[in-house]
């Protein structure tokens, strides 16, 4: 389940189970802001546990008595900047019976583990243990930390559970489940973005957003350039993506040529109502899809001059790494 809505209907159901339970003086999880976004991850699952007797073990044959559903919440957000802290684990989960009247209480157990790298090199935690029965819920938390600093390019961790469910019925010696659940953190220290030591979840694409108020004429070439080439829209699935920093001047210098006279072909006779104008180019010289046949307009220099330190702010603060898509709003 990744939908929002429901991943805080099942938190709501959780929260309000504890707290009936717990009372008013126990201590309370934190609120949880359930969306994804590009410091945090937050999805909902859901397991489902069958329970079997066996009469006359252990060849006798397996009857089904009835199931548990399981809903368990992983919320994973990064934390302020600091070069060895990761990432901040969260787990809340609650159970119900689908047959009250047959199901046997036991304990369910989720080991939740850290898959980092290539090499899928694991960290796991104290198992998170809680009952099966009507209305059990827990929450557990745990801090996630890097081997040492994280490397100078990436360093990308998938979390995954590993479960199973213990009851007075014999367990069969059956394996553990496993589960991948794909969220991901990644962090980074990484020279491209020039922000020390940090993490984001590279599976969230972040948006910049120009606004005509700051940027008047940029804000035009934006718009005409993504009506031209359907790239970087929000919401198309088909983000721009930034490029290596040493590929910038020579998409500038195809788009917007220095010559004077190729400037002319392409922009037309300079605006004389304009202060010092300059070429502006969308998709824009750092990323992939920039270069020649972008489309270029004229715009003031010092218009041209303060995108480009608006850019830096926006790779700099999402860790908007080479090979990094992202989407770009322009409001007109």
């Known amino acids: 389940m990744t939908d929002p809505a429901e991943a805080a209907a099942i938190y709501n159901q959780v929260m309000q189970s504890r707290s009936t339970q717990a009372g008013p003086g126990a201590r309370q999880a934190p609120p949880l802001d359930c969306r994804d976004t590009r410091f945090q991850s937050c999805k909902t ?33 990064s934390p302020v900047q600091t070069p060895t802290k990761e990432s901040v684990i969260t787990m809340y989960a609650n159970v119900v019976s689908t047959n009250p009247e047959l199901t046997v209480p036991g304990i369910f157990e989720f080991e939740l583990i850290a898959l980092r790298g290539s090499g899928n090199t694991s960290q796991g935690w104290t198992p998170f243990r809680f009952p099966m029965a009507v209305g059990s819920t827990a929450f557990n938390q745990w801090e996630h930390y890097t081997q040492g600093n994280a490397t100078s390019n990436t360093d ?32 980074d220290a990484a020279t491209a973005v020039n922000y020390g030591t940090g993490c984001v979840n590279p599976s969230f694409i972040p948006t910049v957003t120009y606004t005509a108020a700051r940027f008047p004429t940029i804000t035009g070439t934006i718009l005409d350039g993504q009506a031209a080439y359907e ?7 088909n983000p721009l993506v930034r490029g290596p920093s040493a590929n910038n001047a020579a998409n500038r210098e195809a788009a917007c040529p220095s ?74």
């Open 45 to 77: 699952y859901q397991a489902t546990v069958t329970q079997y007797v066996q009469y006359n073990p252990p060849s006798g044959p397996l009857t089904p008595i009835g199931s548990w559903l399981t809903n368990i919440i992983l919320h994973v957000r």
């Open 156 to 187: 990308v961790t998938t979390m995954r559970f590993d479960y199973q469910g213990n009851t007075p019925v014999p367990d069969l010696d059956e394996p553990r489940r496993t589960r991948t659940t794909n969220q991901k953190i990644r962090c």
């Open 231 to 237: 790239s970087g829209i929000p919401g198309s699935g």
């Open 259 to 332: 010559s004077s006279l190729q400037r002319l072909n392409l922009l037309g006779d300079k605006p004389t109502d304009m202060d010092s104008p300059s070429c502006d180019e969308y998709p824009f010289a750092s990323t992939e899809q920039g270069g020649y046949g972008s489309t270029v307009r004229w715009v003031p220099l010092a218009e041209n001059t303060d995108q480009g330190t608006f850019m830096a702010e926006f790779y700099r603060t999402n860790r908007v790494m080479p090979g990094d898509g992202f989407y770009v709003n322009a409001q007109s």
